[in-house]
């Protein structure tokens, strides 16, 4: 199957510091990827899809402000939290589509954020 | 954010037995998804259905698209310890095209 990275890994921050996640499709092209959110013991929740060119389309109640997504170019697409404080804690896990597998998606392993 | 309803929440079985879990949402999906994931991990694609009524394996793994596309049922055969995990399935359509994910079954196999 296709394949996307993520880094970091992991992160820890201060409260009031910024971070900048990395999401890669590694053997195909995305127009296209997709930023989920996860808590511990939750499902997967969609925050907001990165389109390569234009702007990202939040889901509702997901501040743009805060979570700042740049895909600037069809193999990367970046999750800034700005001003991050400890409820942004979570799991963010990048996806994105390869066109050629119909509406298959396949996922980035992870990061795992914690602020203090 | 929207979720689809998957049942069961948890199952902890014997080694060897099968397993049985499921999706229903209230919406008609023109997709479904079955994931793996793993603690620590992002998910992982088992199986992928397009078409109502399709039934697709993937080794002891055996998953069906319902026909009236709300729906959707997962099975493990023979279960073994490594198919511990949590088990998201993800449906697709409507006029958002998103893709939205279950609630999870956690599958806890003791040897």
């Known amino acids: 199957g296709a394949v996307v990275s993520q880094h970091p890994s992991r992160v820890i921050c201060k409260s009031g510091t910024s971070v900048k996640i990395e999401c890669r499709s590694l053997?195909?092209?995305?127009?296209?990827m997709f930023w989920y959110r996860q808590f511990p013991k939750q499902s997967l929740m969609l925050m907001a899809t990165?389109?390569?060119?234009?702007?990202?389309?939040?889901e509702q109640g997901v501040e743009k402000d805060k979570f700042l997504i740049n895909h600037a170019s069809l193999t990367l697409s970046t999750l800034t939290v700005t001003s991050a404080h400890p409820e942004d804690s979570s799991f963010y896990i990048c996806?994105?589509?390869?066109?050629?597998?119909?509406?298959?998606?396949?996922f980035g392993p992870g990061t795992r954020l914690l602020v203090l | 954010g929207q979720q689809l309803n998957q049942s069961p929440q948890s199952m902890f079985i014997q080694e060897g037995e099968d397993v049985s879990m499921n999706c229903t949402s209230s919406s008609i999906f023109n997709t479904w998804l079955w994931y793996k994931q793993e603690p620590g991990e992002g998910p992982v694609l088992l199986i992928a259905?397009?078409?109502?009524?399709e039934l697709t394996s993937n080794g002891r793994l055996t998953a069906q698209f319902g026909i009236t596309r709300k729906d959707s049922f997962l099975n493990i055969s023979a279960s073994i310890p490594s198919d511990v995990g949590i088990y998201f399935c993800a449906g697709r359509g409507g006029a958002t095209n998103k893709l939205i994910f279950g609630t999870g079954t956690l599958l806890a196999v003791q040897p």
């Open positions: 990165s389109n390569e060119g234009s702007k990202a389309t939040y």
């Open positions: 053997d195909f092209q995305a127009t296209t």
């Open positions: 259905l397009y078409k109502a009524g």
């Open positions: 996806s994105a589509n390869p066109g050629t597998a119909g509406e298959t998606q396949y």
